[in-house]
Nanobody
Framework: QVQLVESGGGLVQSGGSLRLSCAAS????????VSWHRQAPGKERELVAI????????VFPDSVKGRFTISRDNAKNMVYLEMNSLKPEDTAVYYC???????????WGQGTQVTVSS
């Protein structure tokens, strides 16, 4: 059974830090690119970080560049999102995703809430 389980969300003050974790199981994790996305109330889901299968390549949108870091541990089937200098606009539900192109598979976690107070 494929699972992506996020943890580490919570309430933090503006300027603070959080580390999200995502535990993967039920598939060959190191064959998949992984990413974090977020969705705030009334807004579309947006990508905040993506990592290649080995972790050697990462991409971030300008909104989080320099503040967020994505990493993965293929030996433990884990993905992490380190978030620093958090802002109230970072408040959202954060989702872990694993994706493979050939053959095509796309998995999502259930999400974890991050709330940044001003």
């Amino acid at each position: 059974q494929v699972q992506l389980v996020e943890s580490g969300g919570g309430l933090v003050q503006s300027g603070g830090s959080l580390r999200l974790s995502c535990a993967a199981s039920g598939f060959t994790f190191n064959n998949y690119a992984v990413s974090w996305h977020r969705q705030a109330p009334g807004k579309e889901r947006e990508l905040v970080a993506i990592s290649s299968t080995t972790g050697a390549s990462t991409v971030f949108p300008d909104s989080v560049k320099g503040r967020f870091t994505i990493s993965r541990d293929n030996a433990k089937n884990m993905v992490y999102l380190e978030m620093n200098s958090l802002k109230p606009e970072d408040t959202a539900v954060y989702y872990c995703n694993a994706r493979r192109s050939l053959p095509r598979n796309n998995y999502w976690g259930q999400g974890t809430q991050v709330t940044v107070s001003s």
